[in-house]
């Protein structure tokens, strides 16, 4: 027997008419509903008929036992101030509207349903085996997975309420999630979800399906009703934008919102000071909800490693450069497809770093390309601009490129006591010099307990060198790489900063070494920027779950 099993109508009519065609048309013989009739829509009332007509076989979820009793709350199950002001909103408006036939029909509805249909055994639920409004996500450890599917003991357990479509086998038993038709599964479609399965002898066979509906009609009933913007975008964008807080870290990452903007804190707002200019439009809507990139939490800058070994052996570097460090040199192919693959992705600023990125032999070849797409800034040590490289950098004067620097004293004793002997008057040189072609520096200071004291003078010093006071800046001292001091960087306690290495994609660009720093490893060579910003914002809530607070920046750029 083949049958079809939806979630959450939420009042949405269109979507449950075009669930009952598609369906029939599929050849399924019984029709099944798991609950929450209400929750989203406008009109729950014009479910009852398509049901009845259809034959639709229903159990009732948190949404319709609370409807059918006129309780004050849906019983959702949701723990954050914000996903509950969303939800009483919307059941307000829900039981205000509902006949009290249809209520009443609600409550006699059981809240599940076991059946052997062709020698399987079939449980169907709302939430989960082990409650009504408990969410039954695909990201849960293997373990609650488990409890939930022992719970039953049936060769096949159906559910709803999250939201999220899935299936997967644990031990002997099928489970799916088989979505809802009330609003989109989070996906960037028009589309809902339901499940066609296939028993025969024992055997069952599950599928996924998405179903087209008259989405437009869907949208024009709820803003008639006068529902919130919000509720309706969601149904335009097939993006979430209300009930954000209770999706786990891996659910969340695949959606575009993430955050509420009541989230970020007020002093948390992205400056025009090296954050990037473009980082604050994220920021500038109305819409309640914002995506974690492109926010102080995820700046949309991309750093780019050229390669890590170095002129010079800092007894600081993070990222553990030296002369004797290997190479790990990016390709100038890679380079320039990393660069359009940025522009694409919405990253608005390039850091190409090293290593001295000046040891590259296309260093002037990629910067070119790069600044042609988008701001860039170049991080070097100022020590190998001459010749070819000189000529090329002054050939890009006047285009979206910043060369930054580091000066680490206001004199050489203090300077070359971590860089190395000579380098405090090749840096000067190097400062100079780029004034002269057209390219005065930003420069940083890495505050030492040697240099603390100098951080005036080194102000007093370059602008004595007429550079602006916006291009000096002083950065932690970090304890990656050599340094076995410093400010401690993790993710549960810096803001991601996606970046680019020969070895993959990292969480910052202070632990862009994988041999020191493997913890800040997100994924091997291969992986896109796309695929790298959602395991950022996965792991982003992954940590800030662990403890509720939320990360602060570690500065590596102006």
Known sequence: MRIAVCGGPYGNPYALQAFVDDARARGAERLFCLGDLGGFGADVDALWPILTAGGVECIAGNY????????????????????????QLIYDHTLATTGRNFAAWMGRLPTEHRETIDGVDIHMVH???????????????????????????????????????????????????????????????????????????????????????????????????????????????????????????????????????????????????????????????????????????????????????????????????????????????????????????????LYVTGGEPFLHPDIVELLDHASAQLPTVVMTNAM?????????????????????????????????????????????????????????????????????HEVPAVADLLAGLVLPPGHFAVRPLLRRGFSDTGVEIGEDSSIPELTVTADGLHWHPAGADLATSPDLHLAPVGTSLAMGKQLVTERFFTARLTDGTLPRPVHCAI
């Not at 036992?65 to 101030?81: E, K, L, M, Q």
């Not at 086998?169 to 999630?177: E, F, P």
């Not at 206001?410 to 072609?437: E, F, K, V």
Request: glycine share 8%; charged share 20%; net charge negative.
């Open 384 to 452: 190998l601009l001459r010749g070819r490289r000189a000529t090329g950098l002054a050939d890009l004067a006047g285009r979206k490129l910043t060369v930054q620097t580091s000066l680490d004293g206001a004199t050489a004793a203090t300077h070359d006591l971590h860089r190395g002997p000579g380098s405090w008057q090749r840096a000067m040189d190097g400062i100079r010099h780029l004034i002269d072609l057209g390219l005065p520096p930003r420069v940083a200071l890495t505050e030492t307990p040697e240099n603390t």
């Open 64 to 87: 319709d036992v609370a409807i059918a009793r006129g309780d004050a709350d849906c019983g959702c199950g949701y723990r954050d101030p914000k996903d509950n002001e969303y939800a």
């Open 127 to 349: 939430g989960s085996t082990l409650a009504l409004n408990d969410f039954w996500w695909e990201s849960l450890p293997e373990d609650q997975h488990q409890q939930r599917a022992e719970a039953s003991g049936a060769d096949v357990v159906l559910c709803t309420h999250s939201g999220l479509p899935w299936q997967r086998h644990i031990g002997g038993i099928l489970a799916v999630n088989v979505g809802v038709l009330g609003k989109p599964a989070n996906d960037g479609r028009h589309e809902v979800w339901y499940a066609i399965l296939d028993l025969a002898d024992g055997t069952v066979q599950a599928e996924l399906v998405p179903l087209a509906y008259d989405w437009q009609a869907q949208a024009t009933s709820m803003r008639a009703a006068g529902l919130p913007e919000v509720f309706v975008e969601t149904i335009e964008t097939g993006w979430w934008t209300t009930c954000l807080e209770i999706l786990p870290p891996r659910e969340r990452s695949r959606g575009r919102y993430h955050l509420y903007r009541s989230t970020l804190p007020s002093a948390f707002r992205p400056a025009d000071d090296g954050w990037g200019e473009n980082t604050a439009e994220a920021l500038d809507s109305d819409r309640p909800v914002i995506p974690l990139f492109g926010t102080p939490y995820f700046p949309s800058r991309l750093w780019l490693y050229t390669n890590f070994h170095c002129n010079l052996a800092c007894d600081y570097c993070a990222v553990a450069s030296s002369p004797k460090a290997a190479p790990r040199t990016l390709s100038t192919d890679t380079f320039r497809a990393l660069v359009d693959e940025a522009a694409q992705a919405g990253f608005t600023e």
